[in-house]
């Protein structure tokens, strides 16, 4: 069965503070692992990784990806209230297949608040 | 705009009652998926469609029923047969090797 486990479960940090949140993952036939940002309904999409140590950035945002170790950080420098959300990270795994869709398998999210 | 929309984003159910929530998307996306999303827990996959008239269960597909009659539409019946169907769900398309987009959500309580 694939697994996804995040950690810490919950932060509260202050403002300007630098966080890192991990991901780890056991899947078979690893594609993928992506991150999301979860504020009050939709998750929305922050990065997408495929391959070991290249890092991802965007803005005060980066992710990488570990595959020998089978696992990601998601870090963010100068933290703002704005950053206060669920974070998820999900790992799309399975053999590639004509005409079948993937599936994602999500782990049960870290929930960052930051305060003033 | 091109996106998901999910509807109600609100609904509440008596026991015993079946109930559909929508999921729509114009965004020419082949694949299409339903989530389930309790508190304190990550997304669980209840089923998922690659193509038009196809779908396979996922995780948590008991208690569930869906169609893809059309490529932009996928709709999730919440059976009776869900012993605990207060949840938020929520729907989500792909394209290929993109990132997966999500719709905002339908809450379902039963009363």
């Known amino acids: 069965e694939d697994k996804v486990v995040q950690s810490p479960l919950s932060l509260v940090v202050h403002e300007g503070d630098t966080v890192t949140l991990n991901c780890s993952y056991e899947v078979t036939n690893f594609r993928s692992l992506l991150w999301y940002k979860q504020e009050k309904k939709a998750p929305t999409f922050l990065f997408m990784l495929?391959?070991?140590?290249i890092e991802k950035k965007s803005g005060r945002l980066s992710s990488i990806l570990d595959k020998k170790e089978l696992f990601s950080i998601l870090n963010i420098t100068a933290t703002q209230t704005g950053d206060s959300a669920v974070y998820l990270c999900a790992v799309e795994a399975g053999l590639f297949k004509a005409g079948t869709a993937s599936k994602l398998t999500f782990g049960t999210g870290t929930r960052l608040q930051v305060t003033l | 705009d091109g996106g998901i929309t999910q509807s109600p984003k609100y609904l509440f159910r008596k026991e015993g009652q079946n109930v559909t929530l929508s999921c729509e998307q114009n965004l020419n996306h082949d694949a299409m998926y339903w989530y389930r999303q309790d508190p304190g827990q990550g997304l669980r996959l209840i089923y998922y469609s690659q193509i038009v008239n196809d779908f396979q269960k996922g995780d948590i597909a008991e208690g569930y029923s869906v169609s893809r009659e059309k490529k932009e539409s996928f709709p999730l019946t919440v059976t009776s047969a869900q012993k605990n169907p207060t949840a938020f769900y929520l729907c989500?398309?792909?394209?290929?090797?993109?990132?997966?987009?999500f719709g905002s959500g339908t809450r379902l309580t039963v009363v």
């Open positions: 495929t391959s070991s140590g």
């Open positions: 989500a398309s792909r394209l290929g090797a993109d990132g997966y987009t």
